[in-house]
């Protein structure tokens, strides 16, 4: 009896407090949601319905007159993700912003992105945040490479934030699968992400400086990586004589979204020493094993994965973040 009042005054507490919070709940819901729960498909349905329309034409018609920006705005997408979250802090132009660091300099599709936000702002003024609109032109441009349709929650403001010696956060190429996880893990993105994410390589291109030590000195041994075929080190040889010199990250279908970057890393055709060694590690190679022998997985784990990649740290509540004029700039106070 005496159990039964406590836990009748316990309840009793607590609808009383459940009450209270209902009656500010508009508000207070708010602070209750992930930030990326506040995102929605129809963000944008009353304030700009032809957004996504825009940018989906925009890119299309960037992408028909150069197909290789179709990588490249994906990448970017990746890279505006990797540091800060999805808030554009990436398209920045100043002196000591992410844009200006050594590791961004192969980045390219900001033209796109400027291209889209003029357009957008003479239909709806200081209403679509740059986050989104990169974030929607990646999923356009995986489309146009042959991939996977994905909807685009969108919400995100952007950043007012950001600082070249961030850039070097983001994977370069040289990492161990430990170093990779764990920061994918920072991001809130497992071992799936990794590898079907790692799957854009299967698209666009790598400068030579990015794997060169795998052709001539791997891991300090002045020999090549053993992890490399053998009539693929050749090719990567012959190609390579700069630096800055591009190479298909994916040699046998540089331009279509499939699974032969996965079907490549079986091969030991992988470009990158983090792409080869997906395949090496026991932790992540039974993911690249799926993708390879199955070819209709990748689409939708991509798109999956892409999701929660758009969804990394969004600046989504009310008074977080900015709807900048210009991607360029952070708006003036
Ligand atoms: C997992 C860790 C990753 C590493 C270490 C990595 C590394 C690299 C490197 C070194 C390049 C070539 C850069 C250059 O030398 O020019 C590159 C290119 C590229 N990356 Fe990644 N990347 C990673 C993840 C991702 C993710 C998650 C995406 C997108 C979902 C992505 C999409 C791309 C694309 C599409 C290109 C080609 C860009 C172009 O052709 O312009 N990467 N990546
Ligand atoms: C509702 O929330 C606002 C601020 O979020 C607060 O000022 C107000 O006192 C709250 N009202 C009630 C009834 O709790
Ligand atoms: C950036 O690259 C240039 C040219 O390769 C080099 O001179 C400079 O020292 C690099 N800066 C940093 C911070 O690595
Ligand atoms: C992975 O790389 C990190 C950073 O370079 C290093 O500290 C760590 O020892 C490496 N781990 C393995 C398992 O090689
Ligand atoms: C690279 O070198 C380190 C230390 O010299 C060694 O422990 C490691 O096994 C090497 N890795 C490969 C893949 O050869």
Known sequence: ??????????????????????????????????????????????TCPDAEAIINQKVTAWVQKDP??????????????????CDA?????????????????????????????????RRCPKTVSCADILTAAARDATILAGGPFWEVPFGRKDGRISIAR?????????????????FFTELGLDILDLVSLS????????????????????????????????YYLEILKRRCKREMDLVHLDVIS???FDNVYYTNLVRKVGLLSTDQLLYSDSRTGPFVQAFATQP??????????????????????????????NCN????V
């Open 254 to 256: 540089p331009r279509t």
């Open 329 to 332: 700039y952070v708006n003036p």
């Open 89 to 121: 802090s990436i398209l920045l132009n100043s002196a000591n912003s992410e844009r200006a660091a050594n590791e961004s300099r192969t980045l390219r599709g900001f033209q796109v992105i400027d291209d889209i936000k003029a357009e957008v702002e």
């Open 199 to 230: 799957g854009a390589h299967t698209i666009g291109r790598s400068t030579c400086k990015s794997f060169m030590n795998r052709v001539y000195n791997f891991n300090g041994t002045a020999k090549p990586d053993p992890s490399l075929n053998m």
């Open 166 to 182: 961030e850039a070097s956060l983001v994977p370069q190429g040289h990492e161990n699968i430990t170093t990779l996880l764990d």
């Open 296 to 325: 209709f997985l990748l689409s939708s784990q991509f798109a999956a994965s892409m999701v929660k990649l758009g969804n990394v740290h969004v600046l989504s509540r009310p008074h977080e973040g900015e709807i900048r004029t």
């Open 68 to 85: 290789t920006l179709a990588p490249s705005i994906i990448r970017l997408h990746f890279h505006d993700c990797a540091v800060r979250g």
């Open 1 to 46: 009896m005496k159990l039964l009042h406590s836990v009748s005054v316990i309840l009793l507490l607590f609808t009383t407090r459940y009450l209270e919070a209902e009656a500010n709940v508009s508000k207070k819901s708010v602070n209750f949601l992930t930030p990326e729960a506040l995102l929605s498909a129809d963000h944008y349905h009353t």
